[in-house]
């Protein structure tokens, strides 16, 4: 039995995806970039195609971007990052700078791993596809290909996981309050969407 | 064909009048034949042109109840271009009346479309309502532009607003559109996205997305009884409805 339109859940998702892209911190991405490979964030960052996934058994948002190179996020709830990856290489993640700029790279991977269980595992090698991941840094992704699965590390879509774990909403990890202004930001764009679409289907009519 | 705009929204203080008096002068000085219809009772438009409610005869009330020709209503203001139909605290009256005729709701429109003179804007202030009167002059329009502040309350309002207008197109079958939003009394937090960053993303292009500055000349004009740009045509808010005016003619020029 459906109890709402399957387009209403999808654009709301879709919504939901746009809206994380915006508050992501781009400086601590760019810095994480640079720190792996020698060019500066330049160019234009296209958002590709977003997720909602499983990761070690815990809701996570996945997230693909086109920077002249491929470059893969993953990240909790609590926006800690799980996975890093580029075209280039398939390494562990380096840490992004959210916080404390004192602590070396490697002592913040080691503390977060020692706190975190989601970090502890290190994630499965990402296979290669030829066809999508190249050698050269500056290579863009065929656009034709815009659609093309990306190989998972470890992943797998929620409509699986909801599938084989109904419960995977039951009991949902620890994470901090939001704060005043996320919360206040959050009902802003949700509701600044609902006005958006109003006024798209009284002008289309 | 005139081009008819409502300028509505059911929360009051979001500046409604102060939009429809100084974008209708705008379009005037822009040498665009435009007549401004005050459709609220309480006849702030009217005041805001300098037609004080003592030194008129007859207003938008005494047209909707068939006493007076709506031609023989309309009134000359300071701008060669510019034209009034002033409102009083009568058309509670004449609203009452109205919701009581068969077919009330669409007396505006038809009054206007028999108007004999010929304009090429008409702009129309509604009540801070969702009552009869705001009703008979959003079905009188053919676009909506909605001032609003950007706080979750007035986003809320303008929600309601839009649902409302989209019943009256299924009740009616009136091919209302939205023209546009305007931010209006915009805050200054540093730290802060602009609210009105986060509206105006989400619109299409063909929908006027503006931002009217704080003016303290806005205020002060509207109890001179004129609009800002007969007061100081390089203050902020004078410019930024000489901008709304141009988007709209150029606007209306490519459809």
Redesign the interface.
């Known amino acids: 039995m459906r109890i709402t339109a399957a387009d209403s859940i999808q654009s709301r998702e879709k919504e939901l995806l746009l809206n994380i892209i915006d508050d992501l911190d781009w400086q601590a991405i760019e810095r994480a970039l640079a720190r792996k490979l020698p060019l500066g964030l330049r160019h234009a960052i296209t958002s590709k195609r977003g997720d909602i996934v499983v990761y070690a058994d815990r809701v996570a948002y996945a997230f693909n971007f086109d920077v002249n190179l491929n470059l893969r996020l993953i990240f909790d709830r609590t926006g800690r990052l799980l996975e890093f990856k580029t075209a280039q290489a398939s390494e562990a993640p380096p840490p992004l700078d959210v916080g404390d700029d004192s602590r070396s790279p490697a002592a913040e991977k080691k503390a977060a791993a020692a706190e975190d269980p989601l970090l502890r595992t290190a994630p499965e090698q990402v296979p290669q596809d030829p066809k999508i991941w190249t050698d050269d840094p500056f290579a863009t992704v065929d656009r034709d290909r815009e659609d093309a699965e990306i190989p998972s590390a470890g992943t797998r879509s929620l409509e699986d996981a909801l599938r084989n774990d109904p419960d995977i909403f039951e009991e949902p990890p620890h994470f901090p309050a939001d704060d005043l ?1 996320t919360n ?2 959050r ?3 949700r ?6 679409s ?6 289309g ?1 | 064909m005139s081009r008819i705009i409502g300028i509505t929204n059911q929360k009051g203080g979001t500046g409604k009048t102060t939009t429809a008096v100084n974008l209708a002068a705008s379009l005037a000085v822009f040498e665009r034949q435009t007549l401004l219809i005050d459709c609220d009772p309480q006849g702030n438009a009217s005041s805001g042109l300098g037609a004080g409610r003592h030194c008129l005869r007859h207003g938008l009330s005494d047209a909707l109840m068939g006493r007076v020709e709506m031609g023989n209503v309309i009134v000359t203001t300071e701008l060669d271009c510019l034209r009034l139909i002033p409102a009083n605290f009568r058309l509670h009256r004449a609203a009452a009346r109205l919701s009581a005729a068969p077919d009330g709701h669409r007396r505006l429109r038809r009054l206007i479309e028999a108007l004999p003179q010929r304009f090429d804007y008409i702009i129309l202030d509604s009540p801070p309502s969702l009552g009869l009167m705001a009703i008979v002059a959003i079905l009188a329009s053919d676009w909506l532009l909605i001032p609003t502040q950007c706080r979750m309350f007035a986003f809320e309002g303008v929600r309601h607003l839009l649902m409302q207008v989209s019943n009256l197109h299924k009740r009616y079958g009136r091919d209302i559109r939205i023209a546009g939003l305007l931010s209006t009394m915009p805050e200054e937090r540093p730290g802060h996205r602009p609210a009105a960053e986060r509206l105006f993303r989400g619109l299409k292009e063909d929908v006027i997305q503006m931002e009217i500055p704080r003016d303290p000349l806005l205020g002060d004009a509207a109890d001179s009884g004129m609009p800002a740009l007969l007061c100081d045509i390089h203050s902020p808010g004078a410019r930024a409805y000489m901008r709304l005016a141009a988007a709209l003619i150029r606007r209306n020029q490519l459809t």
């Open positions: 202004e206040r930001r009902k802003m764009s509701t600044v969407s609902e006005l958006s109003l006024i798209e289907s009284i002008n009519k």
